[in-house]
């Protein structure tokens, strides 16, 4: 049993831990300064018996054993919401170290499941560690008690933990169910509501907006937008003291995953990062977003997207899809920065025209007029590429004229850009359709093919024909294989899907376009919203000059034959 966020949607555990010892110890032996370990846990499916697992109902139990047999210095050790699967207990682990330091006589709990519920630890701990250190072991409702070993009540405590783990078995496999069933359904798993939203007052399972908090989420993707990394957008909040998550949840009167801060205003990167990759700010609920191995493995692994269960439009959205998407690509390029600190609104973006390799910022100088960008291919004495940059300000002014043009025309001759981009993209579409289709048409022909000679090689195994360990390694390739080409197929799908999707692409950076009708200059933010790479040409000095050419390939749609379009201009 977990409390992963995406598998089970519980109230959080209210662990204490106690050690208290009883009062009445004039009744009880002092024959040795050793203590005796009264242990109590309840977890939160034990909670649902009732009274007769409550921390109440053992302690009662455990205080009357201790005092009618006269066992001396009772402590109580108690982990109260903690599953028993899991020995990683601070009540446990107190009790534990008591243990090895050779403190402890006797150990006692109500049952041998309020010790574990996973029957190999649980034995482990009573036949070695406890054993290794002298402690007898007693569970009291069970009739076990180390001391006696000719016991059948001790024989049978084999079987009785293997059911204690079986009904942790059986209730995980429920509550996984009924979660699953959730999660299928759309309703959100997570436990905490993302930072940006509460819960709506008249419906709990809805989402609505906090418009305060969801400022900052919109400053912080906006700041990554215009090239910031995380680090720095941390460091940007903390100086201009906005309240971090936990001190805001604190001022509001909500309760907080962690304690008060000791600088309200100090930010975390990791903050930032888990903000800029939550879906859910798009209007989403992602369920599923990761998973555990098994009860006894509490390690919490991501889930591939592709694994998780994603529901469009569950409540209302702070950032745009398409803005979480670029910030996704953006997150993705990590653009180094340079050991001054400084960055530059193309760094990632720019690549060299002849050998496509990826063109670095350097930005050492404090002089921003000496900023540059060089080939990475081009250095060392065997480099592929010739050895040429740019400067910085100059690919700003080409890229600023460039785009300026591309707005203007666009907004003046929407009507001939829509024609010749839809003439453009529908050509180059159609090319690469072919190969992509044939490509699949290829692909799931030899995965049905595969399917057929996997059953011919079984019907050989079967007939005598082949042995066993041809045919296991014959159906090893073919499976290999046939793993491959499914996953090609799926990428190729998925393009194929992008390449239909060109027209509704168009529509799209249209609208964008739209928005910069009074634009006087090139933004990070609007370089990365418009722009998805700027490809630089070597220097041409044929002229007595230096001039060089770029080629911008702008997000959505590529490629933009300006001259095609400045002839509507020039008509």
């Known amino acids: 049993m977990t ?56 302690r009662r139990i455990l205080s009357d054993y201790a005092r009618d047999r006269k066992f001396p210095n009772p402590v109580f050790f108690i982990d109260d919401g903690y599953s028993g699967t899991d020995f990683d207990r601070p009540g446990f682990q107190e009790m534990l170290d008591e243990i ?13 499941s309020r010790l574990g519920r996973n029957s190999t630890m649980t034995g482990m701990f009573i036949n070695i560690t406890f054993a290794k250190h002298n402690v007898r072991y007693i569970a009291i409702n069970d009739n076990f008690d180390t001391l006696n070993q000719n016991s059948v009540d001790n024989d049978f405590a084999g079987i009785r933990m293997w059911f204690n783990e079986f009904y942790a078995r059986d209730t995980s496999r429920k ?26 007052p008249n419906d709990p399972k809805k989402w609505i907006v906090d418009e305060d908090a969801a400022k900052v989420i919109k400053r912080i993707f906006a700041l990554c937008m215009e090239g910031r990394g995380p680090t720095q957008i941390a460091n940007l909040l903390t100086e201009e003291k906005v309240l971090n998550i936990t001190s805001y949840y604190l001022q509001e009167g909500r309760n907080a995953n962690h304690p008060k801060p000791a600088d309200p205003y100090h930010w975390e990167s990791r903050s930032i990062s888990d903000i800029l990759a939550r879906r859910e700010y798009t209007g989403c609920t992602v369920n599923f977003k990761t998973y555990s191995n098994s009860i006894w493995d509490k390690t919490t692994r991501k889930n591939p997207v592709e694994n998780q269960a994603i529901f469009y439009n569950t409540h209302p959205a702070i950032i745009d899809m398409d803005t979480f998407d670029k910030v996704q690509e953006l997150r993705e390029q990590r653009h180094r920065r340079t050991k001054s600190g400084n960055t530059h609104m193309f760094s990632g973006i720019v690549f060299c025209a002849d050998c496509k390799g990826k063109m670095y910022f350097s930005g050492s100088h404090d002089d921003p007029t000496k900023w540059n960008y060089t080939c ?25 004229n460039y785009t300026q043009r591309v707005i203007e025309l666009v907004l003046r001759y929407e009507a001939h850009f829509r024609a010749i981009m839809e003439e453009k993209m529908q050509t180059e579409s159609k090319a690469i359709l072919k190969v992509k289709r044939k490509q699949l048409e290829k692909a799931e022909k030899r995965i049905q093919e595969l399917d057929r ?44 899907e992008v390449q239909e999707q060109q027209n509704q692409n168009l529509d799209l950076f249209i609208e964008r376009i739209q928005k910069y009708t009074a634009l006087e200059e090139l933004t990070p933010y609007v370089a990365h919203e418009l722009i998805k790479a700027i490809y630089v040409g070597a220097p041409d000095k044929s002229s007595g000059k230096r001039r060089q050419s770029i080629y911008i390939q702008y997000d959505l749609i590529g490629f933009i034959p300006l001259d095609e379009l400045m002839k509507q201009e020039t008509a």
């Open 3 to 58: 409390n992963e966020e995406s598998y089970v949607s519980m109230k959080p555990s209210d662990p204490v831990q106690t050690v208290a010892y009883e009062k009445e110890e004039t009744e009880l032996s002092r024959a040795t300064d050793k203590i005796t370990a009264l242990y109590c846990r309840l977890s939160n499916e034990d909670s649902l018996d009732g009274e007769s697992n409550s921390i109440s109902n053992q």
């Open 100 to 112: 090895e330091a050779d403190h402890v006589a006797v150990v006692l709990t109500k049952d041998l």
């Open 175 to 200: 509550v996984r169910a009924v979660v699953k069933a959730k999660g299928e359904r759309g309703e959100p798993l997570t436990t905490f509501i993302p930072f940006g939203y509460i819960k709506d």
């Open 376 to 400: 990475s291919n081009s250095r060392g004495s065997n480099s592929p590429c010739t050895a040429h940059f740019i400067r910085a300000i100059v690919l700003e002014r080409l890229v600023w």
């Open 453 to 496: 000679l996997f059953v011919r090689t079984y019907e050989d195994n079967v007939a005598g024909k082949l042995s066993d360990e041809r045919f296991a390694a014959m159906s090893h390739g073919y499976e290999e294989e046939q793993q491959g080409l499914k996953e090609a197929a799926d990428v190729l799908r998925q393009e194929i």
